[in-house]
């Protein structure tokens, strides 16, 4: 057998190791005939089982680079990996089977059905999957005592807190054991208090279950439980960090010299 050569061994670890890759993506939206040049050309990758942070100002593509990953928007230019799969090259059913089983999406608005029950808003994405009502039942119960709500299955929204909405919505984003949690701003409608409940609510489960976690955020408390951070400005990662690069304080983060 021919010896690999080093570019081989690097396309092998790339596989290996990273669950999502942005190449070279663009995106351009139109007002009118004005284009908007949400991304210009961004590159991105996550690792898998890594806890990383999209950070940028309002504007800045962090928004629309999220929705990339998440296969809800397609790039004018470039391509998506999710698992080394290009997801621009997928089928409508493929790309639903993917986002169905590869994914699951918190969002900052909740985004719970109003007049369903919390284990139902939970069992919801179970049953798109085909799994039986006793067994979604059974696994929804279980994901709701996970997150600590094991006493409100049968609450609905108007009956919880905004917390506890959010604790409903990460349990059916796990609902379908998936490879990666995309968290758009999950605590923005949040207080202080229960903001920092969701960030340690994610990690753990980013740490106990070894799923990847991508957010897409403005809020600094959740620098303090990532892995990497990525400083996204003008539809370009401004630049990568590990979380020991930073210095760390309340409502801010600086750059250690």
Avoid at 35 to 43: E, K, N, R, S, V
Avoid at 205 to 230: C, F, G, W
Wanted: hydrophobic residues 40%.
């Amino acid at each position: 057998m021919a010896e690999q050569t080093a570019q081989e061994i690097e396309n092998q670890e790339l596989l290996a190791t990273h669950i999502v890759r942005a190449v070279k993506v663009r995106r351009t939206y139109y007002l009118g005939d004005e284009p908007l040049h949400a991304l210009a050309g961004i590159d991105f990758s996550v690792r898998r089982g890594e806890y990383v942070s999209i950070m940028g100002p309002s504007g800045s593509g962090k928004t629309t680079l999220f929705n990339m990953i998440g296969g809800l928007d397609k790039p004018n230019e470039g391509q998506v990996f999710i698992d080394e799969v290009n997801i621009a090259a997928l089928s409508s059913y493929e790309l639903a089977w993917l986002r169905c089983h590869k994914i699951g999406y918190i969002f900052q608005t909740f985004n719970l059905i109003p007049v369903a029950s919390a284990l139902d808003n939970v069992m919801t994405p179970m049953l798109f999957a085909g799994m039986t009502q006793a067994d979604a039942q059974e696994k929804a119960a279980g994901l709701l005592d996970k997150v600590g709500l094991g006493d409100r299955l049968f609450h609905k929204p108007v009956q919880m807190s905004g917390g506890q909405q959010q604790r409903v919505a990460v349990a059916r984003a796990l609902a379908n054991d998936p490879a990666i949690l995309l968290a758009d701003e999950p605590t923005g409608n949040l207080d202080i208090k229960t903001g920092h409940r969701i960030i340690e609510l994610l990690r753990e489960i980013n740490e106990t279950e070894r799923v990847t976690v991508v957010t897409a955020t403005h809020d600094h408390k959740m620098l303090s439980v990532s892995d990497r951070i990525a400083w996204i400005r003008d539809g370009l990662v401004d630049r990568m960090q590990n979380r020991d690069e930073l210095e760390i304080e309340e409502g801010r983060a600086s750059v250690i010299d």
